[in-house]
C-alpha cells in the first residue's frame, strides 16, 4: 500500500503532491470553518497514533501479506481531519521506519487520504438512510472501512501497473501487483468489521464522537 | 541432383538448429576469480522477496540500468560488479510496488557487508517516542481550561 521512493516517476511523485497539497488546502479550510478547530485535534492526534502502529499489523494472505491501513476508519471518525493526520502518520512512517517514501509521499497521502475523505462522505448517508439506528450506522461503518481501504487498493493498482518501466519483466510484475491488490480483499473485510464494530461501539458509549458532522 | 540438394539443404539447417551439438567436440574453458555480491532482499516481515526483480544501476550511469536479473525463491541473488567503475552502485530489488534499494561502494572504501534498515530494538524505541509525541499532542489539546 505504501510506495516507496524509487518506484514511480518522477512526474507520479510531483502530481502526488500537487493533489495532496490542494486535499490538504481543502481540509484546513473546512476545518477552519468549524466553531471550534482545536476541537477535533485530541481525537486527530490520537488517531494518527493509531494509523501509524497499524501498518505494523500484518495479516498474512498467502502468497502475499497485507497489513492495516485504517483510512475508512480515519474517515469516520475525524471527518476532515482524517487527511492532515494521515499526511502526519505517513510522514512518520516514511522519515522513522522506511515505510513508504518521502517523494512518494504525496502520492500515498492522496491515494489513502482522499478515500478517507470519500469514507466519511459514504458514513455521513447514514443519517439520510435510516437516520442513524444501530443497523445504519453498521452497515454505513462497514461500507466506509472496507470502501477506504478498497478504493486505495485500486488507486494502488491502476499508479502501480500503468508505471511499470519498460527495463523490468513487465509480465511478472503485473502478475505480482494484481496477486497483491487481490490479497487486499480480505483486508477490506477486516477493516468494514473493524470500522462498524468501532462505529457501533462510538454510537453506544460517546455518540458525539461520531456525529459532530465534523 | 535434386536430392542431392536436398540433402545439403538438411545438413546445413541441422547445422543451424543444433549448433550446441554440432560444434560440441572441442570445448576451451577459461576461468577467472572475481568477487561476487551476495544480496537478501527480505520485506520488513522477514518474509523474503521471492523472486524479486533486481536492477544493478552503475556509478557512472545512475539512469540507465546496467544489469538486470531476479532473486530466487528465498530472496537472494549473486552478481559480480565491474571493478573498472569505482563508485557507489546502486542495486534495487523491487516487486508489486514494493521494493528497497541498497548502495554498494566499489573502489575506494569498500565494505563486507552492509544493509538498510534498522534493528528491532531501534524501531521500537522510535515508535514509542513517536505514538508518545502524537499523545502528548492529544493530551496537550484536551486539558481542562482554567
Known amino acids: ?214 | 541432383m535434386k536430392k542431392i540438394l536436398r540433402f545439403y539443404v538438411v545438413i546445413f539447417l541441422s547445422i543451424l538448429v543444433f549448433p550446441a551439438t554440432a560444434l560440441g567436440h572441442g570445448v576451451e574453458i577459461d576461468y577467472r576469480t572475481t568477487e561476487a555480491i551476495e544480496i537478501t532482499a527480505t520485506y520488513d516481515t522477514g518474509e523474503p522477496v521471492s523472486e524479486g526483480q533486481v536492477i544493478i544501476y552503475a556509478p557512472n550511469d545512475p539512469s540507465t540500468p546496467w544489469a538486470t536479473g531476479k532473486c530466487d525463491e528465498k530472496g537472494r541473488f549473486t552478481f559480480t560488479l565491474d571493478p573498472s567503475i569505482p563508485g557507489t552502485w546502486d542495486v534495487q530489488v523491487r516487486k508489486a510496488g514494493h521494493g528497497g534499494m541498497i548502495h554498494i561502494p566499489v573502489g575506494g572504501d569498500e565494505a563486507a557487508a552492509g544493509s538498510t534498515g534498522y534493528t528491532t530494538p531501534q524501531i521500537i524505541l522510535m515508535a514509542a517516542s513517536v505514538t508518545w509525541g502524537l499523545i502528548g499532542t492529544a493530551l496537550f489539546f484536551s486539558r481542562r481550561k482554567n
Open chain 1, 1 to 214: 500500500m505504501h510506495i516507496p521512493d524509487g518506484v514511480l516517476p518522477t512526474s507520479v511523485c510531483l502530481g502526488g503532491y500537487a493533489a495532496a497539497g490542494a486535499v490538504t488546502w481543502f481540509s484546513l479550510r473546512k476545518i477552519s470553518q468549524k466553531e471550534n478547530p482545536r476541537e477535533g485535534i485530541p481525537k486527530a492526534s490520537l488517531l494518527t497514533a493509531a494509523f501509524l502502529v497499524a501498518s505494523w499489523i500484518h495479516i498474512p494472505v498467502p502468497p502475499a501479506s497485507v497489513h492495516l491501513v485504517l483510512n475508512g476508519l480515519l474517515g469516520v471518525v475525524l471527518g476532515y481531519y482524517a487527511f492532515p493526520a494521515i499526511l502526519i502518520g505517513l510522514f512518520f512512517q516514511a522519515v522513522m521506519f522506511q515505510h513508504g517514501g518521502l517523494t512518494t509521499l504525496g502520492v500515498n497521502a492522496t491515494v489513502m487520504g482522499v478515500p478517507a475523505l470519500l469514507a466519511y462522505y459514504l458514513f455521513r448517508l447514514r443519517n439520510t438512510f435510516g437516520r442513524g439506528s444501530r443497523l445504519s450506522t453498521g452497515l454505513f461503518g462497514f461500507l466506509a472501512g472496507a470502501g477506504g481501504i478498497g478504493l486505495a487498493a485500486v488507486a494502488v493498482f491502476v499508479l502501480l501497473v500503468t508505471t511499470i518501466p519498460a527495463h523490468m519483466d513487465v509480465e511478472a510484475e503485473r502478475a505480482s501487483i494484481c496477486a497483491l491488490t487481490l490479497a487486499h480483499i480480505p483486508l477490506m473485510i477486516i477493516e468494514g468489521v473493524f470500522t462498524a464494530a468501532l462505529a457501533l461501539f462510538l454510537q453506544r458509549v460517546k455518540p458525539e464522537l461520531l456525529e459532530g458532522e465534523s
